[in-house]
């Protein structure tokens, strides 16, 4: 655990060292080269001795695609109140992000021509959904509806398999429930391999979504320009802010359960102006540790990742913040404090607000999507919205009147950038008569 205070002048420089990351470890980097290259060049075959190397699991081409039947009986496992699970998340997603689909629009500019914007949605996406031991069925509703809210036409999920080369029923339940029918037991840098350069088996893809391992984010980072991606997110990471009005078992179990996602590597602050809630959250942190399945492997993280700061004001608070720029940010602090540090703090990537808005709301079911920037991406990135499964093209349509009326200004700049061909492609359509 680390304490700071913002009395320490190098409060910020300790800060920045306990947020760096080895996000392009040359070790991973290296692997990954390795699959992505045998991927382009053996193709399915790579994929399924990668396939057997790393998930355990022998299986054919014919079997690297999900079945029917396999959709079918996952449905026929799920328990009813699952089910609802899935799909009233789904709606909250569905509801959420239908606010922010962005509206094709056309204006006049100063030359009188007709200028604006088209949206067009991806042609084809794929979306990793990690998978095995730990499958994130809320993964699939926080991707996959948003595509379909865009209009995609063509979802592909890649996940890994587990050893008997089966996937998650309730995983694929989840899929099933949210429209996808194209699903590869794929996992690792191998299925982002194959959406990237394509194999007998699976299409390339135009975009790749999804959060995974640092194999994962890795090759994501090496493949792009050949196809977009979305984000590199890393290990999780919470801040929780807490005054006096804080309920000191609330904000320890919001600890816990970011240091739960279990790579060791998660970051978790606790902040506050006074040292006695501070005190009292870490007593509580021993308390509830105690009864969690996953209580080991919290321990381990909540010893190098958890960061405890005694901020000496509400501006200190506020600059911390903006500084670490949190994937997740919980405001538990009194009421009329609320709307202050949220227009204040602009760097998070999804804010809880109040006593009663944990960040698991924003994991599982309220309505944004939890793939978000970490690793202090939040200062120049936001977390997967709509707008991400779109294109957008730029319209220019002009009249002769508009052409003349932008003569000089085209002349002008091709003047002063020596590119008499530009000038000269506006020009000869003034001096020729209309047709």
């Known amino acids: 655990m680390n304490r700071l205070s913002c009395d320490d002048p190098d409060v910020f420089k300790k800060l920045a060292s306990i947020l760096a990351t080895s996000s392009q470890d040359a070790q991973v980097a290296q692997v990954v080269s390795e699959v992505l290259d045998s991927i382009r060049v053996k193709g399915d075959d790579a994929l399924l001795a990668f396939t057997k190397e790393f998930d355990h699991a022998v299986m054919t081409p014919d079997e690297i695609r999900v079945s029917e039947d396999e959709f079918v009986r996952s ?29 094709d629009w056309m204006a006049i500019n100063s030359h009188g021509g007709k200028v604006g914007e088209r949206h067009y949605p991806l042609n084809r996406i794929g979306v990793y959904v990690p998978g095995g031991q730990v499958p994130l069925v809320s993964t699939v509703i926080m991707t996959t509806s948003l595509a379909q809210a865009a209009g995609v036409p063509e979802i592909a999920v890649a996940t890994p398999p587990r050893p008997d080369g089966s996937i998650s029923p309730a995983l694929l339940a989840a899929l099933s429930l949210c429209g996808v029918d194209e699903v590869y037991k794929v996992g690792g840098a191998q299925a982002i391999a194959a959406f990237a350069h394509g194999t007998k088996s699976i299409p390339t893809v135009d975009k790749i979504f999804g959060p995974g391992n640092a194999y994962v984010n890795e090759a994501k980072r090496q493949v792009f320009g050949t196809v977009g991606i979305d984000l590199l997110p890393g290990p999780s990471e919470v801040m929780v802010i807490v005054d006096e009005t804080a309920n000191p078992a609330f904000a320890a179990a919001a600890l816990l359960a970011q240091a739960e996602h279990g790579s060791g590597k998660e970051t978790v602050f606790l902040v506050s102006e006074s040292y006695e809630i501070i005190e009292q959250v870490l007593v509580e942190l021993e308390d509830q540790i105690k009864g969690l399945e996953h209580r080991e492997s919290i321990e381990r993280c909540l010893e190098a990742g958890l960061c405890v700061l005694h901020a000496k004001s509400e501006t200190n608070v506020i600059e911390v913040a ?50 978000l920037p970490t690793g202090r991406a939040s200062r120049f990135s936001s977390g997967l919205r709509l707008s991400d499964f779109l294109r957008r093209s730029s319209i220019v349509r002009y009249d002769r009147e508009a052409l003349e009326a932008a003569r000089s200004v085209i002349e002008s700049f091709s003047a002063m950038e020596n590119l008499d061909a530009h000038g000269r492609s506006l020009t000869i359509r003034l001096e020729n008569p209309e047709a």
Request: hydrophobic share 45%.
């Open 75 to 103: 449905i026929e496992l799920l328990a009813v109140a699952d089910r609802d699970a899935i799909e009233e998340a789904k709606a909250n997603v569905m509801q959420f992000h239908a606010h922010s689909h962005p509206e």
């Open 322 to 371: 903006n500084f670490i720029a949190p994937e997740h940010l919980e405001l538990q602090v009194h009421e009329e404090r609320l709307e202050g540090f949220t227009a204040a703090i602009s760097t998070a990537g999804a804010i809880f607000q109040g006593h009663d808005s944990p960040t698991v709301l924003g994991d599982f079911a309220a309505g944004p999507s939890h793939v």
